[in-house]
């Protein structure tokens, strides 16, 4: 029904920036939210941005000011722009879309992206 497909991990140095990409197909528009979460070794999955088919965005606290969410509805692609990047923002990141289908709510995952930050 709908599918999600993460892009654009890999390593950078702190400070750095990077953007990883969420391309959803299938029923896209019955997508309500895309959000990113990010998991590090360890660690619980934790949520890092949201945002609504309205355009409307939530970010974790602890990216706010440094990660920007975007949508591109034409590629039907959420992007997240990440900037001054911490070695704390090392983690496995993912996209999430949730979405209503005949009266029924779902949501899928992407298989994952990995982001690195290290010097």
């Known amino acids: 029904q709908v599918q999600v497909v993460e892009s654009g991990g890999g390593l950078v140095q702190p400070g750095g920036s990077l953007r990883v990409s969420c391309a959803a197909s299938?029923?896209?528009?019955?997508?309500?939210?895309v959000g990113w979460y990010r998991q590090a070794p360890g660690k619980e999955r934790e949520l890092v941005a949201t945002?609504?088919?309205?355009?409307?965005?939530n970010y974790a606290d602890s990216v706010k000011g440094r990660f920007t969410i975007a949508r591109d509805n034409a590629k039907n692609t959420v992007y997240l722009q990440m900037n001054s990047l911490k070695p704390e923002d090392t983690a496995v990141y993912y996209c999430?879309?949730?979405?209503?289908?005949?009266?029924?709510?779902?949501?899928?995952w992407g298989q994952g992206t990995q982001v690195t930050v290290s010097s």
């Open positions: 999430r879309a949730d979405y209503v289908l005949n009266d029924n709510s779902g949501h899928c």
């Open positions: 299938g029923i896209v528009f019955s997508i309500n939210v």
């Open positions: 945002i609504t088919r309205n355009g409307r965005t």
